[in-house]
């Protein structure tokens, strides 16, 4: 066995040794995407990719909400991540996130609202690093 193992020993020493870089550098980090904010509301519902029924008032009755956001300035083909940040008072009650792929671009998010959730509202629309991009205020039942 010894016989046989150290022909295969030789061979491996005798091969030469490859450099392994471990200097390269890390690929750059993507260009910041400077989107803009054409048109934001919150709304009963969507028909034909447009909001209906805007407010800054809505019963407790409502149900559920949307906020529409149309937005400028994502390349195309690039999958540029926002989010929806959904608050009733100063409590955050959902993050939606959503993937905008050309420019303009019109996107939405539903939130359920229970009856028992009145007063202050507000939703975010926050760019992918959690810059505040466009803040809508709203009321509910009152």
């Known amino acids: ?24 550098a890390a690929a ?18 969507i028909v034909d990719r447009m909001p209906q029924d805007t407010g800054a008032a809505f019963p407790d009755s409502v149900g559920s909400l949307v906020f529409f956001t149309k937005i400028s300035g994502a390349p195309a083909g690039a999958a540029t991540v926002v989010h929806h940040v959904w608050f009733h008072g100063d409590t955050q009650v959902a993050d939606v996130e959503l993937h905008i792929a050309g420019s303009p671009w019109r996107t939405w998010s539903r939130k359920t609202v229970p009856a028992d959730w009145t ?14 991009l466009k803040r809508v205020d709203f009321t509910v039942g009152q």
């Open 28 to 45: 750059p980090a993507p260009a910041a995407v400077a989107l803009t904010v054409a048109d934001a509301a919150v709304a009963r519902t």
């Open 119 to 132: 007063g202050a509202w507000h939703v975010e629309l926050r760019d992918a690093g959690g810059a505040v």
């Open 1 to 24: 066995m010894i016989r046989t193992a150290f022909p295969l020993i030789l061979l491996a020493a005798a091969a030469p040794l490859a450099a392994q870089d471990t200097t390269k």
